[in-house]
């Protein structure tokens, strides 16, 4: 069975502080994987996704994330956070029809002015 | 891009009745949409594949004849909560996928739902 896990359950940071959070997926087959976003209030967003090729991916608003097979992880990047960062980052896993999802617990950043 | 909605926002209701959540593709047809089910500070869990056309199909765990799914046409979805009891009170979202290759799920903004 697919499971996702992340590693921070709470960040926080000071505007310009680089971000890194951890995501490990558990799947046996071919993956397709996903971050997601969801500021207060607001709906579940895409921030970027990994379907094959360039393991390196670049998504909105300056986010990028590696996928590392070898380590089964795909952690999310930014080298300089905004208060506007502020938000819930969801760390997910699909099948190759991307049709289920499988979702980590999240993390919630906060990154204070 | 695409976009779903859900409705109502949020709702209240007593225990022992039932809540109809609705969710529409407002811009693409879905034949397929997915419930989730988020606790607070929990992530999403998949409660079931909605299919136009045929019977959801409900993930280990959730119960069928409680959570009631019909997927009525290509652009609706509606989820049903029979006789609700307070430990159904949760975050209620639906997430369709997007119909070009290489796209993701979109997903609506999400029902809270408060059984009193």
């Known amino acids: 069975a697919q499971s996702v896990s992340q590693h921070n359950h709470h960040v926080i940071l000071s505007e310009a502080a680089s971000l890194e959070l951890g995501c490990n997926y558990s799947?046996?087959?071919?993956?397709?994987l996903f971050w997601y976003v969801q500021y207060p209030g607001q709906h579940l967003q895409l921030l970027l996704k990994?379907?094959?090729?360039?393991?390196l991916v670049k998504g909105i608003k300056g986010f990028e994330a590696e996928f590392i097979k070898s380590k089964f992880s795909f952690n999310l990047r930014k080298p300089s956070v905004q208060w506007s960062d502020t938000a819930e980052y969801f760390c997910?896993?699909?099948?190759?029809?991307?049709?289920?999802?499988?979702f980590g617990t999240g993390t919630r950043l906060l990154v204070s002015p | 891009g695409a976009v779903v909605s859900q409705h109502p926002s949020w709702v209240i209701c007593k225990s022992g009745t039932s809540v109809k959540i609705e969710c529409r593709s407002l811009?693409?047809?879905?034949?397929?949409m997915f419930w989730y089910r988020q606790f607070p500070k929990q992530s999403l869990m998949l409660m079931a594949t909605s299919n136009e056309g045929s019977k959801a199909t409900y993930e280990q765990g959730v119960e069928k004849d409680k959570f009631l799914i019909n997927h009525a046409s290509l652009t609706l979805s509606t989820l049903t909560v029979t006789s609700a009891h307070p430990e159904d009170s949760s975050f209620y979202i639906c997430?369709?996928?997007?119909?070009?290759?290489?796209?993701?799920?979109?997903f609506g903004p999400g029902t809270r739902l408060t059984v009193l």
């Open positions: 990994y379907f094959s090729g360039d393991p």
């Open positions: 799947y046996g087959g071919t993956v397709n």
């Open positions: 997910a896993v699909g099948n190759t029809g991307f049709q289920k999802l499988v």
């Open positions: 811009d693409f047809q879905a034949t397929t």
């Open positions: 997430s369709a996928p997007g119909t070009s290759a290489g796209d993701t799920q979109y």
